[in-house]
């Protein structure tokens, strides 16, 4: 049997599919979510995934999906992380160290979406991967949209799912105020603040939020 590393790195779309499963170590994906995610063309994105499963990285489980328009679900294969590959834990720190997922990449796309009031990451940007969130913002006046695209493509860059929320800079601190969960669970763990420019960190410190 061939080491199995030495089938890993044979293209830039198989360091990609990496990274997302690698990233995402605690969901299964379908093969249409896999490639329209990590932005693969379908034939590419199942001659790589093959070699991913010969090396012992990914594994297939049987899993039930929404169906659109009906209260039902339907079985589906989905694709996961094998958790038993022995070298996953350097593979991850590896992936993480070389990829371009860094605060001052992610404010590089951000800024095309408008003027940033703050900027938080989490997740998979500070190597919490079982984190549900990876980026939070807030902007004085936002687009949805806007902010949509500019993850999107930083999500074809690096290769991965983004997580994030993004408010209006009135609602992020109202928010903080009330200490909901989606603020709770963001600075309850760890994370990293690129730009705060309406005292968002004061008002997490302050004696009026609760620790």
């Known amino acids: 049997m ?64 929404e169906v659109e328009g009906k209260n039902k679900k ?10 038993d590959f022995p070298e996953l834990q350097a593979l ?5 160290e070389t990829a371009p997922i860094d605060g001052k990449n992610l404010l590089k796309h951000l800024r095309n979406a408008g003027v940033l009031d703050f900027v938080g990451v989490s997740g998979v940007f500070v190597r919490e991967f079982e984190q549900r969130l990876d980026v939070l913002l807030a902007m004085k006046k936002f687009s949805q949209a806007k902010v949509e695209k500019a993850i999107r493509s930083l999500e074809a860059e690096v290769g991965i799912e983004i997580r994030f929320a993004a408010m209006s800079s009135e609602d992020l601190m109202y928010r ?14 760890p994370h990293q603040v690129l730009v705060d420019k309406i005292g968002v960190k004061d008002e997490v410190t302050s004696s009026n939020y609760r620790m």
Not at 19 to 35: A, V
Not at 92 to 96: M, N, P, R, S
């Open 2 to 65: 061939a080491d199995p590393l030495s089938i890993l790195f044979g293209s830039t779309a198989r360091v990609k599919l990496l990274r997302f499963f690698l990233f995402n170590p605690s969901k299964e994906f379908t093969f249409d979510d896999i490639s329209r995610r990590a932005k693969l063309v379908r034939r590419t994105a199942k001659t790589e995934m093959s070699a991913l499963e010969k090396a012992g990285v990914i594994k297939q489980k049987t899993v039930y999906i």
């Open 74 to 83: 339907m079985k589906a294969i989905g694709y996961s992380v094998n958790k």
């Open 92 to 96: 991850q720190t590896f992936l993480f």
């Open 176 to 189: 903080v105020g009330m200490y909901d969960k989606l603020t709770r669970d963001f600075f309850d763990y």
